[in-house]
Each structure stands twice: as structure tokens, then as C-alpha cells.
């Protein structure tokens, strides 16, 4: 069974901090993996979708990283701002025919960014 | 392209009622996802349905149904509902046929409280 754990839970910076955000999940086969944010009470967001294939994946100031072998990927979030305040969320989408459709995901991190 | 959108965006319901949420996938997206977020348990999968078959359950009891239509717009239907049912209910769609990325995109979720 697929488990994703994500660290720190909540994290809190002043404006302008580099940050890194954890993710690490149990079983290596994974088909891809996707970085989320939700603001309160709405919906997810994608950010960044990284195949297993590939290393990382870059959006403006986003950078993520995916070390399948070590079940592990890591956020990182370049000169924050305030608007960088949300939950972040880390889901995996796992290879093979019983996975169909289903994201499994982390408990979330919650950042808030200071002015 | 329209995003993901769902329908209604809030409900009350009391004990013992049912409720149907809709969810309208972005246009040509065959693969229609639904998840249940609560503040205990996190997100997790309920169903998916592609092609108006369901491919993929969740650990969820039988009270949660959903359905599939020909034009891809999905609804899930939740039948004698429990205080535990209050939720954030986000369905996601995904264009499988257009590559193997098998990204998700959210809807803006329904607010289910059962009071």
C-alpha cells in the first residue's frame, strides 16, 4: 500500500527565504509525481507534474526534484512571497491496472510567508 | 479550455437525507476522479470512471456511488448520510488519451455539511 508522508507539516518564513518542502512515499513504482496547492476552502492547484523518468521540473520560481529509487521529492521555492501562503500538497500516481485514476496524497504542508 | 467545474458549490443536508454532487470534466477529458477531504483524514480516493465505467474504487462503504455519463460529466450520489460525511468533495479529470502524463485537473470542489 502507496503511503506519502510529507515534512515539515507547517512551516512559517519571512518574505524573501528559499524554502525547501518534503515528500517521500513507500512504493518506488510511482508513474508520476504531482505538486499541489490549495488555498482555504478551494481547490487544488496543479504546480508541477514530474514523470518517473525524469529528475525535476521547473515553473518560475518553482523547482521540483523526484529521486524515485529513494522514494523521495523535494519542493523548492525560490525568493517567497506572501502570495506563497497555501497548503502545499505532494501526490503520487502509482504504475499498474488497480491504480487507475487514484492519487494517493500527503497530509499537506502549511506555509505562511511573512511580509 | 473551461477548468474542471462542479456543482453545487455548498450544501446542507441533515442526517439519514442523500445528496448527488455533479462534476463537469474539462471538455475531451474521458477519465473523471472524485476524492472526499476531511481535516482528519486528508484526501482520499473514492472512485474513478472512465469511458461511463468505473474503474477504480476507494475503501469507501456502499453509500458512495457514482456514475458516469456519455458526455463524461460524472455525478456521486451518497445515500443516508453521517455527520462523518461533512467534507470537502473534489472530483478531478484527466485526458488519457492524449498522453501518458495522466495529469489531474481539480474542480473547485463541493462543501458538504451534514448537520
Known amino acids: 500500500k502507496q503511503e506519502v508522508t510529507q515534512i515539515p507539516a507547517a512551516l512559517s518564513v519571512p518574505e524573501g527565504e528559499n524554502l525547501v518542502l518534503n515528500c517521500s512515499f513507500t512504493?518506488?513504482?510511482?508513474?508520476?509525481l504531482q505538486w499541489f496547492r490549495q488555498d482555504p476552502g478551494k481547490g487544488l492547484t496543479s504546480l508541477l507534474l514530474?514523470?518517473?523518468?525524469?529528475r525535476e521540473q521547473t515553473s518560475g520560481r518553482l523547482n521540483a526534484s523526484l529521486d524515485k529509487s529513494s522514494g523521495r521529492s523535494t519542493l523548492y521555492i525560490a525568493a517567497s512571497q506572501p502570495g506563497d501562503s497555501a497548503t502545499y500538497l505532494c501526490?503520487?500516481?502509482?504504475?499498474?491496472?488497480?491504480?487507475?485514476?487514484?492519487?494517493?496524497f500527503g497530509q499537506g504542508t502549511i506555509l505562511t510567508v511573512h511580509p | 479550455k473551461a477548468g474542471v467545474t462542479q456543482t453545487p458549490r455548498y450544501l446542507i443536508k441533515t442526517r439519514g437525507q442523500q445528496v448527488t454532487l455533479s462534476c463537469s470534466p474539462i471538455?475531451?477529458?474521458?477519465?473523471v476522479s472524485w476524492y472526499q477531504q476531511t481535516p482528519g483524514q486528508g484526501l482520499q480516493f473514492l472512485f474513478e470512471?472512465?469511458?461511463?465505467?468505473?474503474?477504480n474504487k476507494g475503501n469507501f462503504p456502499g453509500r458512495f456511488s457514482g456514475r458516469q455519463f456519455s458526455n463524461s460529466r460524472s455525478e456521486m450520489n451518497v445515500s443516508t448520510l453521517e455527520l462523518g460525511d461533512s467534507a470537502l468533495y473534489l472530483c478531478?479529470?484527466?485526458?488519457?488519451?492524449?498522453?501518458?502524463?495522466?495529469?489531474?485537473?481539480f474542480g473547485p470542489g463541493t462543501r458538504l455539511t451534514v448537520t
Open positions: 471538455s475531451g477529458h474521458r477519465s
Open positions: 514530474i514523470q518517473s523518468s525524469q
Open positions: 470512471y472512465f469511458s461511463e465505467t468505473q474503474r
Open positions: 501526490a503520487v500516481f502509482n504504475a499498474g491496472g488497480t491504480s487507475y485514476g487514484k492519487l494517493t
Open positions: 512504493d518506488s513504482a510511482i508513474y508520476n
Open positions: 478531478a479529470s484527466s485526458d488519457i488519451a492524449g498522453g501518458p502524463s495522466y495529469e489531474q485537473y
